[in-house]
């Protein structure tokens, strides 16, 4: 009754349908959509389903993505805000309106992080481990913690007064400070006895966020002491002949967008430099402040870094919890409150051989990260670089790993004469200064190496090799939907193909030429490649679909990606729907498309996992009237991947693998556990059903079930 009452509703309110909706309808904003995605995130950490430890784990991982939505997206919007900037998106919102909702709702949001917080420290404490208040040491770890703050903590403390003589000093962007409030001890009269004074103490993050307790004889509990409570507790040693009247701690955070001025920079790397050093320098977006702060210091701080109201957050807790990831992570013998570790396996076709190029020659292989080891990238690359008939090994580099294997290898290949070529993109958000030491390591090897294109992201995600074989050359290629990182693949889920196919070898030589040299647009027999062609053959497909739908055939298309958020892509599945197309989206984050409205998307579902691994692969599969095509791609369907950067979408064309890839999204569309399915209203519902239980995830680690060929991509 109360299902067919909301149905109701929505029909009511939809009932215009089609371009007669107002815009405010037809989209879901994307930052507000960003704060959905980051709430469900937050949903596992309250989850009394997921292992203890990976609760906190999820609480850190909620932290640092509001931190980066903060000093990137807010910021921006602050920016236009003072600007004056009140044009409205293609959403309905302007900057102005929009930031007091994404303000309102991020504090929200904070408040059930840290209550979240509270909650798992007192289950944490019934397992054994506790952060305990300096109060509630006993007078010998008092004393055993003094000598340690006095030995290892206070040499590195810079106490930073702030007077006429001496300005307010940098506050640098997301690091922890606390805010000091003094009197004179002995003051000479009345008046100096009322004078406060105020001064800043950075939190040194070179040291560890958590210190061990020494605990009491035979006790098998861990008590641990926050850096900063120890440091309040003997402040007033970093302030002889004053008294302490209060010590808060404070944390801001600054715009982190670079802007470099691609166009007029003699040289990109310097001008990438140049602004490295201005992001810590950006405008304050947003300030936290422990609860209780004294006013002089809050005034302080607000005339400082010119804030308002709306954009200080009063914490109840330790600021930045981005710190239980660590804490959670080293705790030891504790595995029992951890996911069950699961090793990845090596893929099974190269078993039996350690020629990888030799399997290559005679079938594609495709492999699924985390299940599958990232170890065959590498060896392919270590391959490639050792084998003296391979005569070029061409790759793009978005963001590495430390102590890359894949960085030793190209250098290797270009040091034995080689010819390597690496695309660097160096304006990999936040990991722009470790892409330009990198590019310095591999250019003094003898790399080529190229630093992405003015005005365009290089993201595509490929390796090239070139080898002599007989009397000719074969071109071995593997495409990947996620980064060169043997890191991050250990918890992202991605595909990646290895083929010697000889249309996506001569495609990928080109697209290498196009990057690389000045060449004319290339006419792809086998990828789609942004900023061109990748948004006019994802309409070509979809118009295809729509034809076979008024033709009374199959039509059907289920994407996964990351995010969604291009308004010509979403009026192109609003159009296939209204046609008849059956349209699934497996979209982890951002999604601006809004599912179920009578007369534009009731053919459109949408759902989103979230669960251990971070779902990351970029898949499409279309039903092309039963001659069934899928494509891997390093791109969401986002203005910024489709329109400003070089983009990859490749097509599988082994019938065997494309099955594989269908059975992984088919286990995403069945999943009744980690799934929330995407209402008309904007929010998310967990997906519930009588059917067997199923978590995608899980079901995907039994790489036999994922690899059979028998998938239905018509059920």
Not at 169 to 189: C, D, F, M, N
Not at 200 to 222: D, E, H
Not at 254 to 264: A, F, H, W, Y
């Amino acid at each position: 009754m109360k299902e067919t009452s909301r149905r109701s509703s929505w029909s009511l309110a939809f009932r215009t349908g089609g371009s007669g909706l107002s815009s405010v309808k037809k989209y879901i904003n994307r930052d507000l959509s960003w704060l959905e995605f980051n709430r469900r995130v937050l949903e596992e950490a309250e989850d009394p389903g997921t292992p203890l430890l990976e609760r906190f784990q999820f609480l850190s991982i909620v932290q640092s993505n509001l931190d980066e939505f903060m000093s990137v997206r807010v910021a921006g919007l602050q920016a236009q805000s003072k600007a004056g900037y009140s044009k409205t998106d293609f959403t309905g919102y302007t900057p102005q309106g929009l930031l007091k909702r994404l303000m309102k709702r991020s504090i929200r949001m904070v408040r059930e992080q840290y209550r979240t917080y509270r909650d798992l420290l007192r289950l944490l404490a019934k397992e054994g481990v506790s952060l305990a208040s300096y109060a509630d040491l006993h007078q010998e770890q008092q004393q055993i913690l003094t000598e340690h703050f006095k030995q290892i903590v206070y040499p590195v403390l810079t106490p930073m007064a702030v007077d006429q003589s001496r300005p307010f000093p940098l506050v640098h962007s997301k690091e922890q400070y606390l805010a000091v409030v003094l009197k004179r001890e002995h003051a000479g009269t009345p008046e100096d006895e009322e004078e406060t004074y105020c001064a800043i103490v950075q939190v040194p993050s070179i040291l560890a966020r958590t210190v061990l307790v020494p605990g009491r004889r035979n006790s098998r509990k861990l008590v641990y002491l926050l850096l900063e409570d120890l440091i309040k507790e003997h402040i007033g040693l970093l302030f002889s002949g004053y008294r302490v009247v209060a010590v808060h701690a404070f944390r801001a955070t600054r715009n982190s967008d670079l802007t470099p001025n691609e166009e007029g920079a003699d040289d990109l790397l310097q001008e990438i430099e140049k602004e490295l050093r201005r992001r810590q320098r950006g405008l304050p977006v947003r300030l936290e402040v422990e609860k209780g702060i004294h006013s002089e210091a809050l005034d302080l701080l607000k005339d400082e870094l010119e804030l308002s109201d709306e954009f200080i957050d009063e914490i109840d807790g330790p600021l930045d919890l981005g710190f239980l990831s660590k804490f959670a992570a080293a705790l030891p013998n504790y595995d029992h409150l951890r996911y069950p570790k699961y090793e990845p396996v090596y893929p099974e076709e190269f078993d039996e051989t350690d020629d990888i190029l030799s399997v290559l020659r005679e079938r594609d292989v495709l492999v699924y990260h985390p299940y599958e080891s990232f170890e065959i990238v590498n060896d392919f690359v270590l391959q490639a670089a050792a084998d003296p008939d391979v005569l070029a090994i061409k790759m793009t580099l978005y963001r590495v790993n430390v102590n890359s294997v894949l960085i030793q290898a190209l250098s290797s290949a270009a040091e034995s004469g080689k010819q390597v070529t690496v695309v660097v993109e160096i304006k990999a958000r936040f990991d722009e200064a470790r892409n330009i030491a990198w590019a310095r390591q591999l250019e003094k090897s003898g790399c080529h190496v190229v630093y992405g294109l003015v005005g365009l992201k290089t993201h595509a995600k490929i390796t090239l090799v070139v080898r002599k074989e007989d009397v000719a050359l074969r071109r071995y290629v593997h495409v990947g939907t996620g980064n060169y990182n043997e890191s991050t693949a250990r918890f992202y889920t991605d595909a990646g193909l290895f083929t010697s196919h000889p249309a996506i070898g001569a495609d990928a030589t080109a697209l290498f030429n196009e990057m690389t040299g000045y060449s004319a647009p290339h006419l792809w027999s086998a990828f789609a490649v942004a900023p061109v062609g990748l948004k006019p053959k994802l309409f070509e497909l979809i118009d295809r679909e729509i034809a076979n739908a008024q033709a009374g055939k199959t039509a059907r298309i289920v994407a996964k990606m990351n995010s969604l958020s291009n308004q010509s892509m979403i009026d192109k599945l609003y159009e296939a729907s209204r046609a008849g197309v059956n349209i699934d989206l497996i979209v982890r984050g951002v999604c601006c498309l809004r599912p179920g409205v009578p007369e534009l998307s009731e053919n459109i579902r949408v759902v989103s996992i979230v669960d251990r691994y971070l779902e990351h692969a970029r898949i499409l599969a279309v039903s092309a009237g039963g001659n069934e095509e899928v494509y891997i791609s390093s791109a969401d369907w986002m203005t910024r991947n489709l329109n400003r950067r070089v983009e990859l979408m490749c097509p599988v064309y082994d019938k065997g693998l494309r099955l594989m890839l269908m059975n992984v999204l088919q286990m995403n569309l069945a999943d009744n556990i980690k799934a929330r399915e995407l209402q008309p209203t904007g929010s998310y519902a967990r997906v519930t059903n009588e059917l067997a239980p199923l978590r995608s995830q899980f079901e995907a680690a039994d790489i036999p079930l994922w690899k059979s060929v028998a998938a239905a991509f018509d059920s």
